[in-house]
């Protein structure tokens, strides 16, 4: 029971250019989102939140969109920079089984290429 | 200010064998979350604990899995007799309050091989 997808594993851009990352969510419930990012032979840290009371929350170079009516929401990356090559998770906290833990989608790879 | 602590990094184990994965969680931190990933998967959650409790183990398979977070020292993941199917990264993360728990630390992994 996948509640949070992220439907395509990898994707490809040039530095410079946007990175957009998908992911899209069933559960209604959800009213909190984390975009966490991981390389290789690390564990995940925390990039980006957004509260579902609302639909945009930037950092830097970093933005996240929710539309909840889509049950959406995507990570733009502008610029990329070959830094940013990592897998992204998407994830939102639940309360499930008497406590609150964080539900992960699959991940996406992102290459930046120079 | 040190991060999450999991030791080994790395751990092989042949079937039947027992592995044991330590997790030092960040200092100030009393709340202790284990995930493990598979191959091509996200992370899945698998036990909350408190220092000495174990709050919620909903996600942890009910046979041959254990988890404490004793008084002193790590938290410690216990896979006894693994299987091929055991092979993934464990990851453990640490949140300094239960009003905050979806502002988890996680350490870079312990990536068990069973043979």
């Known amino acids: 029971d996948q509640q949070v997808k992220q439907n395509s594993p990898s994707l490809s851009v040039q530095e410079g250019r946007i990175s957009i990352l998908n992911c899209d969510y069933t559960?209604?419930?959800?009213?909190?989102f984390l975009w966490y990012k991981k390389y290789p032979a690390e564990g995940p840290t925390f990039l980006i939140s957004?509260?579902?009371?609302?639909d945009k929350n930037e950092d830097g170079r970093f933005t996240v969109f929710l539309n909840k009516s889509a049950k959406h929401l995507s990570l733009h990356i502008v610029p990329s920079q070959p830094g940013d090559s990592a897998v992204y998770f998407c994830?939102?906290?639940?309360?499930?089984?008497?406590?609150?833990?964080?539900?992960f989608g699959k991940g996406m790879k992102l290459t930046v290429n120079p | 200010n040190a991060g999450v602590m999991q030791n080994p990094r790395h751990l092989v184990r042949r079937r039947g064998q027992e592995a044991r994965l330590r997790c030092s969680p960040m200092?100030?931190?009393?709340?202790v979350y284990w995930y493990r990933q598979l191959p091509e998967e996200g992370l899945k959650f698998m036990v909350y604990?408190?220092?000495?409790?174990?709050?919620?183990e909903s996600g942890m398979p009910k046979e041959r899995f254990s988890a404490e977070f004793p008084k002193e020292g790590p938290s410690i993941l216990r896979i006894q007799q693994v299987v091929r199917g055991d092979s993934a990264a464990y990851f453990c993360?640490?949140?300094?309050?239960?009003?905050?728990?979806?502002?988890?630390?996680f350490g870079p992994g312990t990536r068990l091989t069973v043979t």
């Open positions: 200092k100030g931190h009393s709340h």
């Open positions: 604990l408190q220092k000495e409790n174990i709050i919620d």
């Open positions: 957004i509260s579902s009371i609302k």
């Open positions: 559960n209604s419930m959800f009213d909190y």
């Open positions: 993360a640490s949140s300094p309050s239960a009003s905050r728990h979806y502002e988890q630390y």
């Open positions: 994830a939102a906290p639940i309360v499930q089984g008497g406590s609150e833990k964080l539900v």
